[in-house]
């Protein structure tokens, strides 16, 4: 399974847009690219996912270049409940997923 | 709606006494199920998969008689913790996906705490 390496931690403050960069050097061919959100006590929730180029939903948008050896999670405008652990995944056929560190996400007023 | 629904959501117990925690699938099958342990301020970690009709396959570290993983439905996978101890004190997630390469769907997790 493809490592992951993310920041650590970031802080944004509401109304910004926030990226959050994600080096999978090692993807496989045939692996996706997905995002997941956790806020304390509870499980991950899924962001997004994606498997090149650029992909958008109602919340975010996740962008990977042509080599697929990192990916982007661009949160527009967050706010205060957008506090948060943001981890990325690459997702192997079995359904695997080997958790990284994740990246934690600090919103201030 | 949640997708995954685990019970119960926190468990406080005496050390020695063996918990077991439930993870149904509500939307679909399920032939597979994961199994995860978060201590705080840590990632997840994975425990082992949770296959239907088969016996689980644990990740390295991970003590099978120490875990028990029954997946006897589609829709239904047990994590039993036998005889747990303080150090067993955590925050247990399971998880499922429909089909490969699609998004896993997590339950809200399983507190732990043995006194």
């Known amino acids: 399974l493809a490592k992951t390496t993310q920041p650590i931690s970031m802080d944004s403050y509401e109304g910004q847009e926030v990226n959050i960069t994600c080096s999978h050097n090692?993807?496989?061919?045939?692996?996706?690219i997905t995002w997941y959100q956790q806020f304390p006590s509870q499980g991950p929730r899924f962001i997004i996912q994606?498997?090149?180029t650029k992909v958008t939903n109602e919340v975010a948008s996740l962008f990977i270049p042509a080599d697929r050896k990192s990916s982007t999670l661009s949160l527009p405008r967050v706010s205060l409940s957008d506090t948060a652990v943001y981890y990325c995944?690459?997702?192997?056929?079995?359904?695997?997923?080997?958790f990284g560190q994740g990246t934690t996400l600090q919103v201030k007023p | 709606g949640a997708v995954v629904s685990q019970h119960p959501s926190w468990v406080i117990c005496k050390s020695g006494t063996s918990v077991k925690i439930e993870c149904r699938s509500l939307?679909?099958?399920?032939?597979?199920m994961f199994w995860y342990r978060q201590f705080p301020k840590q990632s997840l970690m994975l425990m082992a998969t949770?296959?239907?009709?088969?016996?689980?396959?644990?990740e390295q570290g991970v003590e099978k008689d120490k875990f028990l993983i029954n997946h006897a439905s589609l829709t239904l996978s047990t994590l039993t913790v036998t005889s747990a101890h303080p150090e067993d004190s955590s925050f247990y997630i399971c998880?499922?996906?429909?089909?490969?390469?699609?998004?896993?769907?997590f339950g809200d997790g399983t507190r732990l705490s043995i006194l």
């Open positions: 995944l690459p997702s192997e056929n079995t359904g695997k997923l080997i």
């Open positions: 994606g498997y090149k």
């Open positions: 939307d679909f099958q399920a032939t597979t």
């Open positions: 949770s296959n239907e009709g088969s016996k689980a396959t644990y």
């Open positions: 090692n993807i496989a061919t045939n692996d996706y």
């Open positions: 998880s499922t996906t429909g089909s490969s390469n699609q998004p896993q769907h």
